[in-house]
């Protein structure tokens, strides 16, 4: 066999050699990929991170932020934001869906006009709408029940209107409030204990209640020391600045009004509905008014009626109407309660309380009218734009046990969850959700210390699911108004009823029922990810800010992709915001972006102070 040549040696010790140099500059080149940080399982660390700079608080932001985890800095050198101009100063109070003018063009016909008239596409504003000159943030409840600045609500017609019936007065730069009414002169105080004496306000079992045609929501502002959250709606009518009033002074209150339309709440929802001269024709139309105040009316619930047509025999001379008038339709009143099984369970003055039955079902099979017709729809829930039928809505059998008094109610298992009505919501999920988001605004404190100091009054929760920020969140400081999306996987607004929340159903592709600069603290919970695709995003984010008051605070909870394409178009806008990790760590695809609207004005003054 022959010798390897000396060729051949030399040919073998260079490969090895090439061999041991590129094994060599292989792993030194693995070594610093892996120390960049980059490979180690963070899927969206190339989406998020271009380089190590921290993503520092932003000086401006008006609370301190320095205990949450942030993610690092986000390129979008490539991307320039696009810039959102202020709107003209004439839109200062421009309610989109209930614009006066559009208004005029429909039917005065059982107030539909009134009702919710959304502009196309085309007339729709791209623009923000600007504060008055001279705003200022309102004062901190209890005082804002009190006191309203002039400047932020400047129209004193119901002054002069309403002089004689306490409700509103002006005082130097400032509104004040006596808290009364037409039908409580003397005070909101007073009149509620008069319906104490016949409705259980002070114990627990009447937690929520429905103002209907609620003036400047004094009714509403006094049940708050009781225990008692009221949901409270007025038309945009010529009782200008109403509902607006209402918001000012930290009530829970939106734009609305009994017309053609169904309300926007689930069946049995509420403990009390309430009207004080408020105006409805309770009789008309086959008593359609009442049979929808009955759809929401919980089981056992309270419906009080205060001025006319109550007690007209004594009254009809100080009302200035015919005595016949009065009768015929307090006649109708009772005839429509009777088809209802309602109870009457007082009529003194000029205030009546019935109760709706426990069982309807054993009620209305002893009744020999046949003129009581029964809802055909399956869902009584269903009722975004939907007409209202004079029909009565069937109470169903629910197993899940009674509610409890509140504040036990708040955590205890809602009957919808615990009788399996909500598909896919088993008590576990009740219960997870709850801890879940107790971790989640836990979180929130430690980035915005002011959560818990009474800063923010009026809360909104765009996306609000089982109701459980809400309930995290809970304060004898604040409210939150918990929607849920009329294209939510789950309708669960009935359960956040249930646990003695309030809330409302509400598409997000259009403008909400209420005036600009209304909330404190807007949630959003996963809202553009339900959105991707639906509506535009530059219209939800505008609608945001129409009703955020200045120097209010935003929370935004989505995945990160959807984060990164919603902080391009915040970035054109006066939001000064930073996007933080998940409380959990910076692996998790979900984020959290915080921001901070600016003060500005009509007259230009702008500071992120």
């Known amino acids: 066999m022959?010798?390897?040549?000396?060729?051949?040696?030399?040919?073998?010790?260079?490969?090895?050699?090439?061999?041991?140099?590129?094994?060599?500059?292989?792993?030194?080149?693995?070594?610093?990929?892996?120390?960049?940080?980059?490979?180690?399982?963070?899927?969206?660390?190339?989406?998020?991170?271009?380089?190590?700079?921290?993503?520092?608080?932003?000086?401006?932001?008006?609370?301190?932020?320095?205990?949450?985890?942030?993610v690092s800095q986000i390129d979008e050198s490539d991307s320039k934001a696009k810039v959102f101009k202020p709107c003209d100063a004439r839109y200062t109070d421009y309610t989109p869906c209930q614009d006066q003018r559009r208004a005029m063009t429909f039917p005065r016909e059982n107030m539909n006009y009134r009702e919710r008239h959304c502009p196309p596409e085309e007339e729709k504003l791209h623009c923000m709408i600007p504060a008055p000159k001279g705003y200022v943030t309102p004062f901190p409840w209890p005082k804002s029940r009190d006191y309203v600045p002039y400047a932020n609500a400047p129209y004193k017609s119901l002054t002069v209107e309403k002089a004689i019936q306490n409700w509103i007065q002006y005082e130097g730069n400032v509104f004040r409030f006596?808290?009364?009414?037409?039908?409580?002169?003397?005070?909101?105080?007073?009149?509620?204990?008069?319906?104490?004496?016949?409705?259980?306000?002070?114990?627990?079992?009447?937690?929520?209640?429905?103002?209907?045609?609620?003036?400047?929501?004094?009714?509403?502002?006094?049940?708050?020391?009781?225990?008692?959250?009221?949901?409270?709606?007025?038309?945009?009518?010529?009782?200008?600045?109403?509902?607006?009033?209402?918001?000012?002074?930290?009530?829970?209150?939106?734009?609305?009004?009994?017309?053609?339309?169904k309300l926007p709440y689930p069946s049995r929802a509420f403990d009390m509905a309430h009207c004080?001269?408020?105006?409805?024709?309770?009789?008309?139309?086959?008593?359609?008014?009442?049979m929808e105040v009955d759809r929401v009316l919980r089981p056992g619930g309270y419906w009080v009626l205060s001025g006319p047509p109550i007690?007209?025999?004594?009254?009809?001379?100080?009302?200035?109407?015919?005595?016949?008038?009065?009768?015929?339709?307090?006649?109708?009143?009772?005839?429509?309660?009777?088809?209802?099984?309602?109870?009457?369970?007082?009529?003194?003055?000029?205030?009546?309380?019935?109760?709706?039955?426990?069982?309807s079902e054993s009620c209305r099979s002893r009744q020999d009218d046949s003129s009581v017709e029964f809802c055909a729809a399956s869902d009584p829930d269903d009722v975004w734009y939907k007409k209202m039928e004079a029909c009565v809505t069937p109470t169903p059998k629910v197993s899940g046990g009674d509610l409890k008094p509140f504040p036990?109610?708040?955590?205890?298992?809602?009957?919808?969850?615990?009788?399996?009505?909500?598909?896919?919501?088993?008590?576990?999920?009740?219960?997870?959700?709850?801890?879940?988001?107790?971790?989640?605004?836990?979180?929130?404190?430690?980035?915005?210390?002011?959560?818990?100091?009474?800063?923010?009054?009026?809360?909104?929760?765009?996306?609000?699911?089982?109701?459980s920020f809400a309930a995290a969140i809970h304060s004898s400081k604040s409210w939150v108004m918990n929607v849920v999306p009329t294209i939510a996987e789950k309708s669960t607004l009935g359960a956040i009823f249930e646990r003695g929340l309030i809330g409302i159903y509400h598409d997000w592709?259009?403008?909400?029922?209420?005036?600009?600069?209304?909330?404190?603290?807007?949630?959003?919970?996963?809202?553009?990810?339900?959105?991707?695709?639906?509506?535009?995003?530059?219209?939800?984010?505008?609608?945001?800010?129409?009703?955020?008051?200045?120097?209010?605070?935003?929370?935004?909870?989505?995945e990160v992709d959807v984060l990164i394409q919603v902080k391009k178009l915040i970035g054109g806008m006066r939001w000064n915001m930073k996007l933080v990790d998940h409380e959990d760590g910076p692996l998790v695809p979900e984020k959290v972006l915080i921001a901070v609207k600016q003060y500005w004005v009509t007259d230009g003054n702008s500071t992120s102070t």
């Not at 007073?190 to 114990?203: E, G």
């Not at 307090?330 to 309380?353: F, H, T």
Request: glycine share 8%; net charge neutral; proline share 5%.
């Open 178 to 261: 006596p808290g009364g009414g037409t039908q409580f002169p003397q005070g909101a105080d007073k009149y509620i204990d008069q319906l104490a004496s016949v409705v259980p306000i002070d114990d627990g079992t009447v937690r929520t209640a429905l103002d209907t045609g609620c003036g400047v929501a004094s009714w509403g502002a006094y049940l708050w020391s009781r225990n008692v959250v009221a949901m409270s709606f007025a038309p945009r009518d010529s009782h200008e600045a109403q509902v607006q009033f209402a918001l000012e002074r930290g009530v829970p209150a939106v734009i609305g009004v009994l017309g053609t339309i």
């Open 311 to 359: 007690n007209w025999k004594v009254n009809y001379k100080p009302w200035q109407r015919p005595k016949e008038e009065l009768e015929e339709e307090q006649r109708s009143i009772e005839e429509v309660a009777k088809k209802l099984c309602w109870e009457k369970k007082s009529e003194k003055a000029e205030i009546a309380i019935w109760q709706k039955t426990m069982d």
């Open 276 to 290: 004080s001269r408020c105006l409805i024709p309770w009789g008309a139309n086959g008593g359609i008014y009442m």
């Open 408 to 467: 036990n109610r708040l955590y205890a298992i809602p009957p919808r969850v615990s009788s399996g009505s909500i598909p896919g919501v088993s008590s576990e999920t009740y219960q997870n959700d709850n801890k879940e988001w107790k971790k989640h605004v836990s979180a929130y404190k430690k980035i915005n210390s002011l959560l818990d100091s009474g800063r923010y009054r009026n809360i909104m929760d765009m996306n609000a699911g089982l109701g």
């Open 509 to 558: 592709c259009e403008a909400f029922s209420t005036y600009p600069r209304t909330y404190d603290l807007i949630h959003a919970n996963g809202l553009f990810s339900l959105y991707k695709d639906k509506c535009n995003t530059e219209d939800i984010l505008l609608e945001m800010d129409r009703i955020l008051r200045p120097e209010g605070a935003v929370i935004i909870r989505d």
């Open 2 to 70: 022959a010798k390897p040549s000396a060729a051949d040696n030399r040919t073998r010790s260079s490969v090895q050699i090439f061999i041991v140099v590129g094994l060599c500059c292989f792993f030194y080149i693995l070594g610093a990929w892996q120390r960049s940080g980059f490979g180690k399982g963070d899927s969206i660390a190339l989406e998020i991170t271009k380089n190590n700079a921290e993503c520092d608080v932003v000086p401006n932001l008006s609370f301190d932020s320095h205990h949450a985890g942030e």
